[in-house]
């Protein structure tokens, strides 16, 4: 299933990782390992492997082909480097029609655009081609940079959801936020 999204301003586009990424992947973690520690889970020392990261490419293309998640994969138009990762999981169908957001980019690129201008893309996608209803994201309250991210894109905050997400070994309080088909201009263009 090729889906390939561009932002002609930003000069990126945004595509389906394959198994074939799994080098360029490990990469991009070990280079923004220290820096977005912060914000992440705290992997065991073999998630930095290119098999770990190979294992992980080919359990998401299972997912993506059962329509449960996608794992997209931001590069520079350029040199077709991945600069970072937009996940859509947790998948409800039925009369539920919505999913999580999850993203995460090389502090190397951070503070340039390349982010939103991504996720903007992964959401035209979800409620034109995918035809969900709502999208979901949280973050640690005070991860500023991530919070302008959902902002700039239109979503609202909902709320706190107490102790969520185990970040480097703590249970972490994420602040809840929500984007709606009707809420954007996504699926009119």
């Known amino acids: 299933m090729p889906i390939h999204l561009q932002d002609v301003n930003k000069q990126i586009y945004v595509r389906l990782l394959k198994p074939e990424d799994a080098e360029a992947l490990l990469h991009m973690r070990l280079q923004s ?7 992440e889970p705290q992997y065991p020392d073999e998630f930095f492997t290119r098999a770990s990261q190979l294992d992980l490419l080919y359990r998401r293309h299972q997912e993506a082909a059962e329509d449960r998640g996608y794992l997209f994969g931001i590069f520079l138009q350029q040199d077709d480097t991945l600069i970072g990762t937009i996940s859509i999981s947790h998948i409800v169908r039925g009369v539920g029609q919505f ?9 190397a690129y951070q503070g340039h655009g390349y982010m939103t201008a991504g996720v903007r893309l992964v959401l035209a996608y979800c409620f034109r081609s995918l035809g969900l209803h709502r999208i979901q994201a949280g973050i640690i309250p ?10 700039k894109c239109g979503f609202q ?4 959801a107490r102790k969520l997400v185990k970040i ?6 994420h602040q809840i936020y929500a984007l709606l088909a009707e809420d954007t201009d996504y699926t009119s263009v």
């Open 142 to 151: 005070d991860n500023t940079s991530s919070r302008r991210v959902l902002e």
């Open 99 to 107: 999913a999580e957001l999850g993203y995460s980019l090389s502090s």
């Open 168 to 173: 480097n070994g703590c249970w972490e309080d």
């Open 33 to 39: 390992r220290h820096d977005n520690q912060r914000y």
């Open 157 to 160: 905050p909902e709320g706190i």
